[in-house]
C-alpha cells in the first residue's frame, strides 16, 4: 500500500500537525519509504496466531479503590502556557 | 592524585567508603570536566551544579559516618527523559519547551535514595526517537571517539655510541587521529557519549529498540536493557509504552550491574512493573560460565554485514567456548520481520502517547485562529522531523480501515517473534550471543542515512527483536575495528535473568579488554 498527497494531508490532519505543501510532498515519499519495508509482513503466515498483549505474562495490577492522591491543582497547572485561577486557558471553543 | 573521573563505580565506592576521597572531590572533578569538554561533545543539555554540590555535601555527612547508600556520593548522569523534580526535562524536544516537573521518576528515585548525585540532563534524540542523536533539538552529540588511520612512519637507522647498539631502520606504524565527527549512536547519545569521555561515573538511558546498546556498542561502553517490566516505567516521558524499559550505560560490567541494581525495583505506581525482588546482579559477577549453553542465531549473518563484524562475532564464541561454554546453532526464524513490525508497533503507540502534547496542559503554545488551529501550530512547530514522521505513520495504520492490516498483523508477527524465543530457550539455550549493530560509529550528517530514513533505521536490526519479546539485552564492547572504533556484542537473556547476561558479558569483558577514546577535547 502507498500513500499519496491527498492522504498525506488527511493524516497530518487527524495527528493535529499543521503541513505546508512542501513538507506533505517530501512527507508523501519518506512515509512510501517506510510502508513499502513494512510490507514484508504480509508474508508471514499469521493463522491461528494471536495479537501480542503483553510480552510478560502477568496479572495486570489493580490497586484499591481509595484516594491516594490529590489537592495539588496549583502543582498540575504549574508548567501550563496560559492559566488562570488553577484552570487551564484555552481559546474560545463554544460561540 | 590521578584523575578522579577516570574511576568506575565500583572503584569509586570503595575509596568514598575508606575515606580517601570525598563526594564533593569526585563531583567538583566531574563538574570541571563537563565544563571543559561539554562545547565539544554536547552531551549535557543542562548542568545542575548546584543540585549536584548540595547532594555531594549530604553524602559526605553520612559517608564520614560510615553511613551511606549503595551508592552513596557517585556522580551520575541522566538522560532527559527521565522525569526531575524542579529540573529540565523535555525529552530534547521543543514541544516541552520550559517544562519542570513537580514529580520525580521512580528510577531516580531509586538512585537518589542510594546516595546517587546528579550532575544534570544528557542529550538523546529528540523522544528518543532516532539512532544517532541527531534529531535533538539541542543539536546533534558529537562521540569523543574519532577515526584513526594508521601511517607507516620511516625510522631512519641510528648508531648509538661506540660498538653501542644499532636499531635497525625500517618501518613502523602510528596512529594519527582523523577530525570527522561522528555519532554516538542513539537515541541515548549523551549518556554514551559522556560515560566514554568520563563525564560522568554512569548514565541512566532508555530503550526502546536499541537505544542502550547501540550507542554503548558506538562508544565502547556497557549498556543493558533489562527485561520488560524490571525497572519503573513511571516518571518516564513515554515513546512506545509496550517496548520502552530504562537501564543503564557505564564504563564496565560490574557498574552496570551495580546501576541497575539500584534503577530496577517493583512499582505500584506502574502496572506493568513485576512482582519480583530484585536480585543482587553484582554477585553474578565472576562465576564461571563452564557448561551454559550459548546459543548463536544463523539469521544475524545479514547481507552486506562487514566482515570485521562477523569476525568478532567469532571471537566472542571463541572466549566463551574456551571459558567451558557449549555453543549451539540456533534459528530464531522471523528475525527478518522484527524491524518491520516495530515500525508498525512504535509509531503507532507513539501517536497515541504524543497526543497529550497539545499547548494547553505544559510545554510550548502557538497561537491559532482557534482551538484546532493551535494544536495544528503548537506541534508544527514543537515537534521535529522524525518526530513527525513517527506520528504520522502510526496515525495512519491505526486510521480506520488499516488497524487490521498493519497493528494486528504487526502484534501477531511480533508473538511469533517471542515464540522463536522460547523455542530456543526451551532446547536448553542458556543465553544467545549475536553482533550487537551492523557497522561502526558513523559520521555525522551522513548522507546516505539523510536521504533515506530506513538505513537509519536498520542501525537496530540486531537491538529491536529483543524489545519486541520483551527480553532482557546487554551490549558489551568486544574490540575495536581497523580504523580504531569500538565494536560490541550483545547478549540475549531469558526474562529477568539479568544476572546470566552479567555473567556472561564479564567473561567477554575479562578476554577483550575495556576500550578508551583518545583525548582530543
Keep these: 500500500m502507498s500513500v499519496d498527497l491527498h492522504t498525506v494531508k488527511r493524516v497530518a490532519r487527524l495527528a493535529r500537525i499543521a503541513v505546508s505543501e512542501e513538507d506533505a510532498e517530501r512527507m508523501t515519499g519518506e512515509l512510501n519509504a517506510i510502508l513499502g519495508f513494512v510490507e514484508q509482513l504480509n508474508e508471514v503466515d499469521v493463522s491461528g496466531v494471536e495479537p501480542m498483549t503483553s510480552v510478560i505474562p502477568m496479572e495486570m495490577k489493580k490497586r484499591q479503590d481509595v484516594v491516594t492522591d490529590g489537592s495539588k491543582a496549583a502543582d498540575i497547572v504549574a508548567n501550563a502556557p496560559a492559566t488562570e485561577e488553577n484552570f487551564f486557558l484555552v481559546p474560545k471553543v463554544v460561540e | ?521
Design chain 2, 1 to 521: 592524585m590521578s584523575d578522579l573521573t577516570h574511576l568506575t563505580i565500583s572503584h569509586a565506592r570503595a575509596k568514598l567508603r575508606a575515606k580517601e576521597i570525598t563526594a564533593t572531590e569526585i563531583t567538583e572533578a566531574y563538574l570541571s570536566a563537563i565544563e571543559r569538554a561539554n562545547p565539544a561533545l554536547n552531551a549535557y543539555v543542562v548542568v545542575t551544579d548546584d543540585k549536584a554540590r548540595d547532594m555531594a555535601k549530604a553524602s559526605d555527612v553520612k559517608l564520614a559516618k560510615g553511613e551511606g547508600g549503595s551508592l552513596e556520593g557517585i556522580p551520575l548522569g541522566i538522560k532527559d527523559l527521565f522525569g526531575t523534580e524542579g529540573v529540565h526535562t523535555q525529552a530534547c524536544s521543543h514541544v516541552l519547551d520550559g517544562f519542570k516537573p513537580h514529580y520525580e521518576s521512580t528510577v531516580t528515585t531509586n538512585l537518589w535514595a542510594d546516595g546517587a548525585v546528579m550532575l544534570g540532563k544528557l542529550n538523546m534524540d529528540e523522544f528518543a526517537m532516532g539512532s544517532s542523536n541527531e534529531t535533538s533539538y539541542y543539536g546533534p552529540v558529537v562521540n569523543p571517539w574519532r577515526r584513526s588511520r594508521l601511517d607507516t612512519v620511516v625510522m631512519p637507522t641510528t648508531h648509538q655510541g661506540d660498538g653501542g647498539f644499532v636499531s635497525a631502520g625500517g618501518a613502523r606504524t602510528a596512529r594519527t587521529l582523523d577530525n570527522a565527527q561522528l555519532v554516538p549512536g542513539g537515541s541515548s547519545g549523551g549518556s554514551a557519549s559522556a560515560v566514554s569521555a568520563f563525564l560522568c561515573a554512569g548514565a541512566t538511558a532508555t530503550d526502546t529498540g536499541g537505544s542502550i546498546r547501540q550507542p554503548a556498542a558506538f562508544t565502547g561502553t556497557v549498556g543493558i536493557k533489562p527485561t520488560y517490566g524490571r525497572c519503573s516505567r513511571w516518571g518516564i516521558v513515554a515513546f512506545a509504552s509496550s517496548l520502552d524499559q530504562a537501564g543503564p550505560i557505564a564504563r564496565d560490567v560490574r557498574d552496570a550491574a551495580i546501576l541497575l541494581k539500584s534503577m530496577a525495583s517493583v512499582d505500584p505506581k506502574d502496572t506493568t512493573s513485576v512482582d519480583r525482588p530484585v536480585p543482587d546482579y553484582e554477585a553474578a559477577i565472576g562465576k564461571s560460565i563452564k557448561g551454559m549453553k550459548v546459543g548463536i542465531p544463523r539469521e544475524y549473518r545479514v547481507d552486506g554485514m562487514p566482515e570485521e563484524i562477523e569476525a568478532l562475532w567469532h571471537k566472542g564464541i571463541a572466549w566463551l567456548r574456551d571459558a567451558g561454554a557449549e555453543i549451539v546453532d540456533i534459528s530464531l526464524p522471523h528475525t527478518k520481520y522484527a524491524l518491520p513490525a516495530y515500525y508498525i508497533v512504535a509509531p503507532a503507540e507513539a501517536s497515541s502517547n504524543l497526543a497529550r502534547y497539545d499547548g494547553i496542559r505544559y510545554g510550548l503554545r502557538v497561537p491559532g485562529k482557534d482551538i484546532v488551529d493551535m494544536y495544528e501550530k503548537t506541534r508544527a512547530a514543537g515537534f521535529g522531523r522524525e518526530v513527525k514522521r513517527r506520528i504520522m505513520i502510526g496515525t495512519y495504520v491505526l486510521s480506520a480501515g488499516y488497524y487490521d492490516a498493519y497493528y494486528l498483523q504487526a502484534q501477531k508477527v511480533r508473538n511469533l517473534i517471542k515464540r522463536d524465543f522460547e523455542n530456543a530457550f526451551a532446547a536448553g539455550v542458556d543465553v544467545i550471543l549475536t553482533p550487537a549493530t551492523p557497522s561502526a560509529a558513523f559520521g555525522i550528517a551522513d548522507e546516505d542515512m539523510a536521504a533515506d530514513p530506513v538505513k537509519m533505521y536498520l542501525n537496530d536490526i540486531f537491538t529491536v527483536t529483543v524489545n519486541m519479546a520483551g527480553l532482557p539485552g546487554i551490549a558489551v564492547p568486544a574490540g575495536l575495528d581497523a580504523r580504531g572504533l569500538p565494536l560490541g556484542l550483545q547478549l540475549i537473556g531469558r526474562p529477568f535473568d539479568e544476572e546470566t547476561l552479567f555473567q556472561t558479558a564479564h567473561v567477554i569483558e575479562q578476554a577483550a579488554g575495556t576500550f578508551q577514546p583518545e583525548k582530543w577535547w
